[in-house]
């Protein structure tokens, strides 16, 4: 399904191609419900990666994981090719699982930092003024050297800013208590929904998305999201982040005569829902600018006005299936999906596009000098590995014999902000406790920190350690701190906190 650097996407009155040098001008697959989107996007990632470029998709029904089996044969496929003129050769692909949980694939996680004050907005489903403060909290962190690494440092970090509101408000702004308040709930809820188990170490290094197989075949990168699809604020926000990552971390290639990676953004609509513009401006000005990084990315959902017109205008490439036209808001997107097309005087392709049986589909895609190529009627290709989801066993198996297998499993508590606004509490209240001439310093870290039985009313060791903090953080001076955190910390990025903490587009912390 490759040739001269192009892959065979289907036949209409002649085959269609999707040049590999342009596939990094982006593209999209749309159309109704059981109309065979998730073939395309199957046929497109197969060819992919036989071209030797990675792929990232996420897999909403656990239909994509039979690209790790060889196709079976079935009736329909093998007379598809034949009616477009290929031969029907069973194959797999090699794949890896992955899975925000760590059920179904090897468990994928960012840090707090990372992902940004703008990202987790987003996540929290916060307003103007939560999202505010929550950037005054980050821009503390930031100012004060600590690093953010899961849901207890960012707990702490809001406590403090919490009981320094009044002093902090002079110089970053009104920080209310109550929005404070309001925000820790909604990590509460965040956390109730496991998204806690996201959030924290260790992260993910996008490197070990872009690999190849033996055989020079790019790796399938297939994210579980049956489960995830339950919460879909943190299904679109992970996406992101992750496509925020390859376009900070990647350096500029320019056009290559192939992308370094595709990644496929399924229900791509639940990005857009609700979205502030700020974050639809900051995702068009990515899509726009990561194809220089030598990222394709293809956006799969049910209409085209799902995607805004401003993002919608960097997608080169596209499949359209078909789509039902018996409202007025359906009737709106097909006339959207036609006029998006380069017209073909051979057919009215606003009446095509309601007239398309199963795995047909109208396809365009950019030619010559970048310019999209007349929109065709096509009978779009059969995979090669089966269709539909392989065997729970299958994908355990696959799971086990990977070499990611015990990379991300287990999750890392190293050094943070929480345990550095800790030991800083030790020191205070053991210098308070030395002053005031009372008992020895175990007998004080052992009220600090609860031991014994803990009297009735008495304070948690969160709220302990946030009273001794606040005596002392605020006068502490930003670079002792800074050099005493990256010394400290063990994790990849601690060793760039002293220097200086650098976010990228969408908020998060670069790599350094």
């Not at 840090?111 to 999202?131: F, K, V, Y």
């Not at 350096?251 to 609700?274: R, T, Y």
């Not at 808001?329 to 017209?343: G, N």
């Amino acid at each position: 399904m490759l040739q001269d650097g192009k892959i065979f996407i289907g036949k209409s009155t002649k085959p269609e191609y999707l040049d590999l040098r342009l596939a990094n001008r982006h593209g999209l697959v749309t159309g109704a419900t059981g109309t065979g989107k998730t073939v395309s996007l199957q046929v497109l990632a197969e060819g992919f990666s036989n071209a030797g470029v990675p792929v990232f998709a996420a897999d909403i029904k656990g239909d994509l994981s039979g690209m790790a089996a060889p196709g079976n044969g079935k009736e329909p496929l093998v007379k598809r090719a034949k009616d477009i003129g290929v031969e029907y050769v069973p194959d797999k692909f090699p794949v890896v699982f992955w899975d925000l949980f760590g059920e179904q694939g090897h468990r994928v996680r960012a840090t707090i930092s990372e992902m940004g004050p703008l990202l987790l907005s987003r996540l929290l489903d916060l307003n103007d003024t939560q999202e505010g403060v929550l950037n005054i909290a980050f821009r503390i962190a930031d100012e004060q050297g600590l690093l953010l690494l899961d849901l207890k440092d960012l707990r702490a970090l809001l406590q403090l800013v919490s009981d320094n509101a009044s002093q902090l408000t002079t110089s970053y702004g009104n920080v209310s208590k109550a929005t404070i308040g309001t925000i820790q709930r909604q990590l509460l809820v965040l956390e109730n929904q496991q998204g806690d188990e996201f959030l924290g170490e260790p992260a993910l290094d996008i490197k070990d998305l872009m690999r190849n197989d033996r055989d020079g075949r790019g790796i399938v990168n297939i994210l579980a999201a049956d489960k995830l699809m339950s919460n879909p604020r943190l299904y679109a926000t992970f996406l992101l982040w992750l496509m925020s990552e390859l376009f900070e971390e990647l350096p500029e290639v320019g056009d290559l005569d192939q992308p370094k990676m595709v990644f496929f953004f399924d229900e791509a609509h639940l990005l857009f829902n609700d979205a502030p513009k700020a974050l639809v401006e900051t995702v068009e000005r990515v899509v726009r600018l990561i194809r220089s990084k030598g990222v394709g990315v293809y956006f799969i959902t049910q209409n085209p006005i799902d995607v805004p017109e401003s993002v919608l205008a960097q997608l080169g490439n596209r499949v359209q299936h078909a789509l039902r036209a018996y409202t007025p808001r359906e009737q709106k997107a097909v006339r959207a999906a036609a006029q998006s097309f380069r017209e073909n005087p051979a057919f009215d392709t606003q009446k095509a596009i309601t007239e398309l049986g199963v795995g047909e589909a109208l396809v365009s895609t950019l030619e010559g000098k970048s310019a999209p190529s007349m929109v065709e009627r096509t009978l779009i290709a059969p995979p090669m590995a089966q269709v539909g989801p392989i065997e729970l066993t299958e994908r355990q198996q696959i799971i086990a014999a990977n070499p990611m297998k015990g990379k991300y499993d287990q999750s890392i508590d190293v050094e943070s902000a929480y345990e550095m606004l800790a030991k800083r509490a030790e020191q205070a209240a053991a210098e308070a406790k030395a002053a005031e001439g009372g008992g020895g310093i175990l007998d004080m870290l052992g009220g600090l920190f609860g031991a014994g039985p803990q009297r009735k009313g008495s304070m948690t060791v969160g709220q302990r350690v946030t009273r001794e903090v606040t005596r002392t953080i605020v006068n502490q001076t930003v670079g002792n701190l800074a050099a005493e955190i990256g010394k400290s910390i063990g994790g990849r990025q601690g060793s760039s906190i002293g220097r200086a903490i650098v976010r990228g587009t969408l908020g998060g912390l670069l790599r350094r």
